[in-house]
């Protein structure tokens, strides 16, 4: 009896070794195909709207345009992150403080999670002078899950989300966009951090003294 049931189990046991080869090839080309896929260009932009206040300077935005000015510092934000409102506000300080007077780098915030917050909620915390905690005085951008980033060089979609383009950016990440589209710096600390803020402010200068 145990032998016969020993035997049957023998049995199953080769039978799935015989049929797994088909699986994992079929996987295999999978991933072939996925590697085959062209990849994404470094130089990129994307368009999206605003929140439309007097600040946004309209309801369309399109990062090639900033970058005719200079480098772009994006700033990734949730309405309920509250790491987003600590650089929101201590980035805002050194706007109040002239530390940007002599930059060419603009300032972008740019909503991270459109499919869990709404662009009220946004605009209840950043974007309303002497009504919201967190007023930012600076662009409010609010791409959705469809937004797509684009080959700044040829102005062809990439495919690829605005979210994925840029590494899926936690919230807070705060990121400095080269003038040729390249995401040249960034940094992931939750809470806002002087040294972090004048490593990426900074970053240009530096590479004009090494080069």
Request: net charge negative.
């Amino acid at each position: 009896m145990v032998t016969e049931m020993l035997r049957e189990l023998l049995f199953t046991l080769v039978t799935v070794v015989l049929l797994t080869p088909g699986c994992i090839e079929l996987q295999n080309s999978e991933s072939e195909e996925i590697s085959e896929t062209k990849p994404l260009p470094f130089e990129l932009a994307f368009k999206s709207e605003t929140l439309n206040r007097a600040e946004d300077e309209g309801i369309q935005f399109d990062l090639k345009d900033e970058l005719e000015n200079g480098p772009v510092m994006l700033l990734w934000i949730g309405a309920g992150c509250t790491g987003c409102h600590d650089w929101t506000d201590m980035i805002r300080e050194k706007v109040d403080t002239g530390v940007f007077n002599d930059s060419n780098i603009t300032i972008i915030s740019v909503h991270r999670w459109a499919e869990f917050e709404s662009k009220d909620e946004l605009m209840n915390v950043f974007g309303t002078v002497n009504e919201s905690t967190h007023y930012t005085p600076w662009k409010i951008v609010i791409p959705t899950e469809e937004t797509q980033a684009y080959d700044l060089m040829s102005g062809e979609n990439t495919g690829a989300t605005v979210y994925s383009a840029y590494g899926d950016p936690g919230t807070p990440t705060l990121q400095i966009i080269a003038e040729n589209g390249v995401l040249a710096w960034q940094s992931k600390t939750y809470w806002a951090n002087e040294t972090v803020f004048n490593d990426g402010f900074s970053f240009f200068q530096q590479q004009a003294v090494e080069a």
